[in-house]
């Protein structure tokens, strides 16, 4: 969902403090958390204040996130926004789910895919891929096809500290 504010929407220059942004970010975040208070199943991805004057929400839900949910809330934050004429300058409201391709950045995106195929690229610059068995604060576990030259293809588990990762990926399947 989009909310544009003021005439000449990109005449104007942006925010110069970051100490502002984060202002406006924890409003914005106290707002969603207000409205999705009563939806256990929904949770907050990120809250990010752009340079290019695009103020972005993304949600997600445990079983997805419904379009009816990106609208409430963008209705409910861009109101209570000028309401308080909390962003004194242009700026354009953008609430959505993350996409497909979108990285995981939060334990309960990492439960929601248990089962599903994942490429986890790690600090080391090493990738794995397999299907992700469990996940914890300190950990994921996904289970990998290895396949040795002239033999069948193992499936083994891997143990992957969180503090290693550096990007997990859902992949696709068109099967």
């Known amino acids: 969902m989009h909310y544009l504010k003021g005439k000449g929407a990109w005449n104007v220059p942006f925010f110069n403090s970051i100490s502002k942004n984060m202002q406006i970010e924890k409003r914005v975040k106290e707002l969603v958390e207000e409205k999705i208070a009563d939806r ?3 949770f907050i991805v990120s809250i990010t204040m752009l340079k290019n004057g695009v103020l972005s929400i ?3 839900g445990d079983n997805g996130i419904a379009i009816a949910d990106c609208v409430a809330v963008s209705r409910h ?3 209570h926004l000028e309401e308080e004429n909390v962003i004194e ?5 953008e609430v959505s789910s ?3 391709d979108s990285p995981l950045t939060m334990l309960r995106q990492y439960t929601k895919n248990i089962g599903r195929d994942v490429r986890v690229k790690l600090l080391s610059s090493d990738i794995k ?3 992700l068995l469990s996940a914890t604060e300190s950990e994921i576990v996904i289970e ?3 396949k040795e030259k002239g033999k069948k293809a193992e499936l083994k588990e891997a143990a992957i500290p969180t503090n290693q990762i550096k990007e997990t990926r859902v992949l696709i399947s068109f099967k």
């Open 58 to 60: 993304l949600l997600d």
């Open 98 to 100: 993350p996409g497909i």
């Open 144 to 146: 990998e096809k290895i």
């Open 89 to 93: 300058h242009a700026y354009r409201l």
């Open 129 to 131: 891929e397999g299907k």
């Open 40 to 42: 256990e199943d929904l």
């Open 77 to 79: 934050v861009g109101f």
